[in-house]
C-alpha cells in the first residue's frame, strides 16, 4: 500500500506542476531554438536564468536534499513523486537546481566535506551560481568494475598531484562549470577497496585539458555536455582530498545510491510523458478508415505501457521507503533491481511512442527521441544493467540460503 504524501510534499507537487505547465513545456523550444545557432552551442540560454529565478522564488528549490539546513528536508519518497514531473522535461531538473551531477556532488559535500569545502563550494552550487563535474569513467579500462580505475593521485608535500584520463565527465563543457571530482588511486598497494580516494580539482587549475565533448546518440546535451577529460600533472592543496585517502569507494556509494533513485524517478516521468503524446498522436491521427486509437493493436500498446510504468514506479517507491527506513546500505538490493527494470520500462514506452508518432517520433520536432537517447544511456550510467544483476542474484541467492539454513 502506498503511503501517502507529506503535507509539505503535497503542497510542493502541485506548485511544481503548474510550473511545468506555466514555464517548462512552453519554453522547451526556446531553449532549442536558441542552442541550435552554432555560436550559442555551449553558452547558457537567457530564459534558462530566467526560469531558476522564478523557481528559486517559489521556493521550487534544492528540493532533492533531505538536509533541512540546506534543502528541503523531504525524504526521499516524498521527493521521488517530484523527481517523477521533473524527468518529463529535459530541461527541467536544472531549473529547480536538481540535475546531475551537481545533485550528487553537492551531496558528497553536505555528508563528506569540510567546512571550508563547504563555503568554497557547496554554497554556491546551492545557490545555482555555479556547476560541477565527477570524473570516474577512464576510457582505457572497463569503468564498470570502479577498482580498475587507473588515475594517479599522488601526495607531493603539502600537494596532491593528478594525472588522470577520463571521460562520459558530464558538465565539463559547461561554462559555469567550476569545479570536478576526480577519482584516482592513491595508493596501489592497498586494500582493493582502498585504494582509490576522490579529490576536489578547482576546474581552472593548470593542466586540466578538454579533448573532445561526446554525443549520445548524436545528442551533445549541450550546454552541460558530456566530456573527455585529461588531468596532465594537475597540483591542488592537500586539503582538497575528501573524507582522506582510500575512501573514494566509501564515498561512491554514499552518493550514488540517492542518485540512482533519482535517474529511474526521472525515466519514468520521461515514459508517462511518452505515453501522454502517443495516446494524444493516437487519437488525432486517421489510417485505414479510422483513427489509430481505435485499432486493437495500438490498444494493446497503451495497456502495455500503463502496466509496465505502474510496475516500475511501485518497485522504485518500494527502494525510497527502505532507504528511508533502513539506510541506503539495507536497500542495495532494490536499488540494483530498479536500476534495471525502470530503464528497461522507460526504453521500452518511448520506442512504442516512436513507432506510434511514425518518421515525426525520429525528428527534433517532438521530445520523444531525446528521451529515447537518455532512457538508453540509463542504461549504462552508474553502472550497466549485467552489473547489477549480478548484485540483485548475488544478494538473493545469499537471502535464500541464509533462510534455508535458519529453517
Not at 228 to 238: K, M, S
Not at 331 to 360: T, Y
Request: hydrophobic share 40%; glycine share 6%; with cysteine.
Amino acid at each position: 500500500m502506498l503511503k501517502e504524501l507529506s503535507p509539505k510534499a503535497e503542497t510542493l507537487r502541485e506548485k511544481l506542476l503548474s510550473f511545468m505547465d506555466d514555464y517548462v513545456y512552453p519554453n522547451e523550444a526556446t531553449v532549442e531554438k536558441y542552442l541550435k545557432d552554432a555560436e550559442n552551442r555551449w553558452t547558457i540560454p537567457p530564459i534558462i536564468n530566467e526560469l531558476k529565478e522564478k523557481a528559486k522564488k517559489q521556493g521550487l528549490w534544492n528540493l532533492f536534499l533531505d538536509h533541512p539546513e540546506y534543502g528541503a528536508g523531504l525524504s526521499n519518497y516524498d521527493y521521488s513523486h517530484l523527481c517523477e514531473i521533473m524527468g518529463r522535461s529535459l530541461i527541467a531538473p536544472e531549473l529547480f537546481n536538481c540535475n546531475a551531477p551537481d545533485t550528487g556532488n553537492m551531496e558528497v559535500f553536505v555528508k563528506y566535506g569540510t567546512e571550508e569545502q563547504k563555503k568554497q563550494w557547496l554554497e554556491p552550487l546551492l545557490d545555482g551560481k555555479i556547476r560541477s563535474c565527477f570524473s570516474m569513467t577512464e576510457p582505457a579500462v572497463a569503468s564498470s568494475d570502479a577498482t580498475n580505475i587507473q588515475s594517479s593521485i599522488v601526495r607531493d608535500g603539502d600537494e596532491y598531484v593528478v594525472n588522470a584520463k577520463k571521460w562520459w565527465t558530464t558538465g565539463a563543457m559547461d561554462p559555469r562549470c567550476k569545479i570536478a571530482i576526480v577519482m584516482g588511486k592513491t595508493d596501489p598497494n592497498a586494500a582493493k577497496d582502498q585504494q582509490q580516494s576522490m579529490i576536489l580539482v578547482p576546474f581552472d587549475t593548470p593542466g586540466i585539458e578538454i579533448i573532445r565533448p561526446l554525443t549520445v546518440f548524436g545528442y551533445d546535451d549541450a550546454p552541460q555536455g558530456h566530456a573527455e577529460v585529461h588531468y596532465n600533472n594537475v597540483r591542488v592543496p592537500a586539503s582538497n582530498i575528501l573524507l582522506g585517502e582510500g575512501r573514494g569507494f566509501e564515498i561512491a556509494q554514499g552518493r550514488l545510491g540517492p542518485g540512482r533513485i533519482h535517474h529511474c524517478m526521472r525515466a519514468i516521468g520521461a515514459a508517462e510523458r511518452a505515453l501522454e503524446l502517443l495516446c494524444k498522436r493516437a487519437d488525432s491521427r486517421e489510417a485505414f478508415g479510422s483513427s489509430l486509437a481505435e485499432k486493437d493493436v495500438i490498444k494493446e500498446i497503451i495497456a502495455e505501457s500503463r502496466i509496465e510504468i505502474e510496475q516500475a514506479r511501485l518497485l522504485t517507491l518500494h527502494a525510497t521507503h527502505k532507504i528511508d527506513i533502513e539506510g541506503a546500505k539495507s536497500a542495495r538490493k532494490e536499488i540494483a533491481m530498479i536500476k534495471v527494470a525502470v530503464p528497461r520500462v522507460a526504453q521500452n514506452v518511448i520506442d512504442r511512442a516512436i513507432q506510434v508518432f511514425g518518421g515525426a517520433g525520429l525528428t527534433e520536432d517532438f521530445p520523444l527521441a531525446a528521451h529515447y537517447a537518455n532512457a538508453r544511456a540509463l542504461r549504462l550510467v552508474d553502472g550497466p544493467d549485467q552489473v547489477h544483476i549480478r548484485d540483485v542474484g548475488r544478494l538473493e541467492l545469499s537471502e535464500q540460503l541464509k533462510g534455508s539454513l535458519n529453517k
